[in-house]
């Protein structure tokens, strides 16, 4: 079974401040990987993946097979940045039909 | 190019009343899926489809029925609403390719928020 685990409910910190959330699985393949956002009052919309190991918004998320692990950072958040982010994983078996299991969720709450 | 529109937005219910969100998709994806949103629960997955014709229980399938008798659309019906059944509901679809593909993102609709009483 696919599991994703978020274990901050909500993350303050301070405009500047470096920002990471959380984010492990429990998969017996190779999964793909991904952080979706979710800011007041709009639709949930992907922020990064794994595979294409780009910087989004400032955001990066290195995935640690090692650890299991696909953690978000920022090292100077932004107050624009306050939303809730869902850690996400996918098996990569099409006739699975590649279901996408979402953790609990993180709020991000930027201060000025 | 409307991407995945449910509804209706809000919903009120008694309980054992039934009712069905709507959602369609103009992208052309063969995948589509439900989950409910719930404070600390995340988003779990309730029904899902990979094309029309074929559908799939989610981890939270109880109490909801889905069709796909087109590519376009994916209905979600609640037979006998409960107020367990008070969530916030989100309807999402993606193009189904090789894994890593990079086709594995979804769309997302903008919600259906769900109260039983």
């Known amino acids: 079974a696919q599991r994703v685990t978020q274990p901050e409910k909500l993350l303050s910190v301070f405009k500047g401040a470096p920002v990471e959330l959380k984010c492990n699985y429990s998969?017996?393949?190779?999964?793909?990987l991904f952080w979706y956002v979710q800011y007041s009052r709009q639709r949930l919309q992907l922020l990064l993946r794994?595979?294409s190991r780009e910087s989004i918004k400032g955001f990066t998320a290195d995935l640690n097979k090692g650890e299991t692990s696909f953690h978000l950072k920022k090292p100077f958040a932004q107050e624009e940045d306050s939303a809730m982010y869902y850690c996400?994983?996918?098996?990569?078996?099409?006739?699975?039909?590649?279901?996408?299991?979402f953790g609990g969720g993180t709020r991000v709450l930027v201060k000025p | 190019n409307a991407g995945v529109t449910q509804t209706p937005k809000f919903q009120v219910l008694k309980t054992g009343q039934s009712m069905t969100l709507q959602c369609a998709q103009d992208?052309?994806?063969?995948?589509m899926s439900w989950y409910r949103q719930d404070p600390g629960m995340g988003l779990r997955l309730i029904h899902y489809s990979v094309g029309a014709g074929i559908t799939d229980q989610g981890e939270v399938p109880n109490g909801y029925n889905v069709s796909r008798s087109t590519t376009e659309d994916f209905p979600l019906r609640l037979l006998s609403a409960a107020p367990s059944q008070t969530s916030v509901y989100f309807c999402a679809s993606r193009q189904t390719g090789q894994a890593f593909s990079g086709a594995n993102v979804l769309t997302f609709g903008a919600g259906s928020r769900l109260t039983v009483l």
């Open positions: 992208m052309n994806h063969e995948y």
């Open positions: 998969y017996s393949g190779s999964p793909e």
């Open positions: 996400a994983l996918s098996a990569p078996i099409k006739a699975a039909g590649n279901k996408l299991t």
């Open positions: 794994h595979i």
